[in-house]
């Protein structure tokens, strides 16, 4: 178990709708991050955060969102939902958010857009 | 820009054999670092090491070996005398520093699978 908490499991929707994945980190980190993971694009970094700022950014789509918010936790927006959004989406947790920090990832939460 | 590249996407061998991970980075930074994860089949994903671009003496935990070559841009992983509990999928990274974030670029990864 790496501390990384994530809500939901799983999460059926159809497309048009939109959806809002959550993320509590380890207790301690300040730095949070989300990346999608699918057959066709791999594991794919979307956005990073450290206390409550954007720090990075990736391949994140313009109908996708985050924020953090000021008790740590992070939540991920997916809004006008394609097929091709379903994928597992998971949070990563690390102490600082520098290059060689390393990332603790949560289960991960499975997205079907139906 | 960042690339890795896991040119072996599946790989099976029967237990107890050793076999050896490859990964290949691109990078223009001259500090960077390099990190193995797995997925396990119960699917998050675990840290297993990280090396910097300064270090490239080889390391060791248990059956697990890396080999970074700079000269090459390689870091291989290697599981001596494998287990089937080592079946997983695993995972290259590679981060470059600087402006106090980090952007882990992953290979594709490389499906191995021990059998009994």
């Known amino acids: 178990d790496s501390g990384v908490t994530q809500t939901p499991k799983h999460l059926i929707t159809a497309t048009g709708q939109r959806v809002t994945l959550r993320c509590s980190p380890r207790?301690?980190?300040?730095?949070v991050y989300w990346y999608q993971q699918s057959l066709d694009q791999g594991l794919q970094f979307l956005i990073q955060y450290y206390n409550g700022e954007e720090r990075a950014k990736g391949n994140i789509l313009e109908r996708f969102s985050a924020q953090q918010f000021p008790d740590l936790h992070s939540e991920l927006n997916l809004s006008s939902l394609e097929l091709g959004d379903s994928a597992l989406y998971f949070c990563a947790s690390s102490e600082a958010g520098l290059a060689y920090n390393e990332q603790f990832f949560g289960p991960g939460t499975r997205l079907t857009v139906l | 820009a960042q690339k890795v590249t896991q040119a072996q996407t599946e790989i099976s061998v029967v237990e107890k054999e050793d076999v050896t991970l490859d990964c290949v980075y691109e990078t223009r930074d001259t500090t960077y670092y390099l990190f193995w994860y797995k997925q396990p089949p119960s699917g998050e994903l675990v840290f297993l090491i990280r090396r910097n671009s300064f270090d490239e003496q080889n390391e060791i935990s248990g059956r697990y070996s890396w080999n970074f070559q700079k000269s090459t841009s390689s870091f291989n992983f290697t599981i001596t005398a494998s287990q089937v509990v080592d079946s997983a999928v695993y995972f290259c990274a590679l981060s470059e520093a600087g402006q106090g974030a980090q952007k882990l670029v992953f290979g594709q990864g490389t499906r191995l699978t021990i059998n009994p």
């Open positions: 207790s301690g980190d300040l730095s």
